[in-house]
């Protein structure tokens, strides 16, 4: 499967109060009165897989921020411009190795004195893409 382009946040992973992970799609989140703000608004977000070997996650830029807030982040590097008003406020690397998709998590990990890999598989499924604690659909 060609995973080059914008996917938007179909469903999120959440946990219930077993602490069992349970998907949910944005209408089932949105009328959750428990939910946070911050998973709400990552639905909005659009995560990019890029040729250049990145993946982006992808924020609109808020309506009430100046050029000159826009051109400070981007200048320090807290942020890269990306399409028609979106900013890209994180990127990771990205590769297919043996057929797998993998992406960089950055995570540094270990178990028993052995370093754990910081690369972990995306996985594919029926045209859905599962990345990190989300599911991807198609722009």
């Not at 959750?32 to 250049?52: R, W």
């Not at 982040?73 to 990771?92: F, P, Q």
């Given at each position: 499967?060609d995973i080059i382009g914008i996917w938007n946040v179909a469903e999120a992973m959440t946990?219930?109060?077993?602490?069992?992970?349970?998907?949910?799609?944005?209408?089932?989140?949105?009328?959750?009165?428990?939910?946070?703000?911050?998973?709400?608004?990552?639905?909005?977000?659009?995560?990019?897989?890029?040729?250049?070997?990145?993946?982006?996650?992808?924020?609109?830029?808020p309506e009430d921020m100046s050029q000159e807030e826009i051109d400070e982040m981007v200048?320090?590097?807290?942020?890269?411009?990306?399409?028609?008003?979106?900013?890209?406020?994180?990127?990771?690397?990205?590769?297919?190795?043996?057929?797998?998709?993998?992406?960089?998590?950055?995570?540094?990990?270990?178990?028993?004195?052995?370093?754990?890999?910081?690369?972990?598989?995306?996985?594919?499924?029926?045209?859905?893409?599962?990345?990190?604690?989300?599911?991807?659909?198609?722009?």
């Amino acid at each position: 499967m060609d995973i080059i382009g914008i996917w938007n946040v179909a469903e999120a992973m959440t946990f219930d109060e077993d602490l069992n992970s349970v998907w949910k799609t944005k209408e089932e989140v949105m009328a959750d009165e428990s939910a946070d703000d911050d998973l709400k608004e990552l639905f909005d977000a659009k995560i990019a897989f890029c040729e250049d070997g990145f993946v982006r996650s992808l924020f609109a830029i808020p309506e009430d921020m100046s050029q000159e807030e826009i051109d400070e982040m981007v200048e320090s590097g807290e942020a890269e411009l990306y399409g028609d008003g979106y900013m890209a406020m994180e990127r990771r690397p990205w590769k297919v190795e043996d057929g797998k998709i993998l992406v960089d998590t950055g995570m540094k990990a270990e178990v028993l004195g052995e370093e754990l890999s910081s690369w972990t598989e995306v996985k594919v499924l029926d045209g859905v893409v599962e990345y990190m604690m989300f599911r991807l659909a198609r722009d």
